[in-house]
Nanobody, 122 residues
Framework: QVQLVESGGGLVQAGNSLRLACAAS????????MAWFRQAPGKEREFVAA????????EYADSVKGRFTISRDNAKNTVNLQMNSLKVEDTGVYYC???????????????WGQGTQVTVSS
């Protein structure tokens, strides 16, 4: 059974940092694109960051560029999201996602985690 399990969420004051982790199991994700999405209350789920299978390509939403860093460890089947200088508008449920295919373009995320709550207070 394929599973993506997020951890590391919590309540933090604006300006501080959090590090999210996603542990994958059930298959190897070393050839998958891994990504983070988030969903704020009353809003649609939005893309946050993605990383290619080898880690050589990364992509960020404009709203998090320069503050968030995505990384992965294929040996451990994990992907992380370091979030610095957090803002109130970063509040939401953060989801880990993975593709079945290797391709960087036209990504389709086939696997999703259950999400972890991040709340940033002012």
């Amino acid at each position: 059974q394929v599973q993506l399990v997020e951890s590391g969420g919590g309540l933090v004051q604006a300006g501080n940092s959090l590090r999210l982790a996603c542990a994958a199991s059930g298959r190897s994700f070393s050839s998958s694109v891994m990504a983070w999405f988030r969903q704020a209350p009353g809003k649609e789920r939005e893309f946050v960051a993605a990383i290619s299978w080898g880690g050589s390509r990364v992509e960020y939403a404009d709203s998090v560029k320069g503050r968030f860093t995505i990384s992965r460890d294929n040996a451990k089947n994990t992907v992380n999201l370091q979030m610095n200088s957090l803002k109130v508008e970063d509040t939401g449920v953060y989801y880990c996602a993975a593709t079945r295919a290797t391709a960087w373009t036209r990504r389709v995320y086939d696997y999703w985690g259950q999400g972890t709550q991040v709340t940033v207070s002012s």
